[in-house]
């Protein structure tokens, strides 16, 4: 069965660095979506992106992330300047855009920043 | 907001008995889904149901969804010890539309 996934499953940083976070959703989906869930807390969407432009953000989603689609196939998250407080579970998600939108997920990037 | 609340929190049951765990919000949604996690892991599609529909199966798990009462509820019937996660239910406000999740049930299944 096709799966979304994500590469690293961990990245270990330091305060200030910028981080490239790689996504690879199911072939045939068209809308892609970010999310992340800080240690203990719920999950909180980011941005969603279809047809290579953002389709919609977060307060989050400040002018230190940005995401992109280079090939084909990756959807990247970047964030330039890591903050001890983007510690958290990134997660990629991506639709098929059909009857029934079901968002099915990637296994998850755990970011640590030091 | 449209954020799913759960209820409840926390759950635990022995195997073979059923689980039920409740989402509520509070405006109009598009489709409602609900997703499970293992400690530490991804989040796992169950199931999506539409905000006309009533009812859905899938194997062991049953969604109803009541949009006079904004309120949406998950079984699992007779449950086992692989079932143990935390579950989430997550408001989809429109059909392609970002996710709007609660802070999850967390369920324990003891053998």
């Known amino acids: 069965e096709p799966e979304v996934t994500q590469t690293p499953s961990h990245q270990v940083t330091q305060m200030g660095q910028e981080v490239i976070l790689r996504c690879v959703p199911i072939?045939?989906?068209?809308?892609f979506y970010w999310y992340r869930q800080i240690l203990g807390q719920k999950v909180e969407f980011l941005v969603s992106?279809?047809?290579?432009?953002?389709?919609?953000k977060s307060e989050i989603f400040d002018d230190q992330f940005s995401v992109e689609r280079p090939d084909g196939s990756n959807f990247t998250l970047k964030i330039r300047s890591t903050k001890l407080e983007d510690s958290a579970m990134y997660f990629c998600?991506?639709?098929?855009?059909?009857?029934?939108?079901?968002?099915?997920f990637g296994p998850g990037t755990r970011l640590t920043v030091l | 907001s449209q954020q799913g609340e759960e209820d409840p929190q926390a759950l635990s049951i022995q195997e073979g008995e059923n689980a039920t765990m409740n989402c509520s919000y509070k405006?109009?949604?598009?489709?409602l889904q609900w997703y499970r996690q293992n400690s530490g892991r991804g989040l796992v599609h169950l199931i999506l149901i539409r905000s006309n529909e009533r009812e859905k199966h899938s194997g062991r798990l049953r969604v109803t969804l009541d949009t006079s009462k904004k309120s949406s509820s998950l079984l699992i019937t007779a449950s086992r010890a692989a079932d143990t996660a935390s579950y989430f239910c997550a408001i989809g406000g429109t059909s392609y539309g970002k996710l709007t999740f609660g802070q999850g049930t967390i369920l324990t299944v003891h053998p």
């Open positions: 998600a991506s639709i098929e855009i059909a009857v029934d939108n079901e968002q099915f």
């Open positions: 405006t109009s949604i598009n489709n």
């Open positions: 992106f279809y047809n290579n432009e953002i389709s919609e």
């Open positions: 072939s045939n989906h068209l809308y």
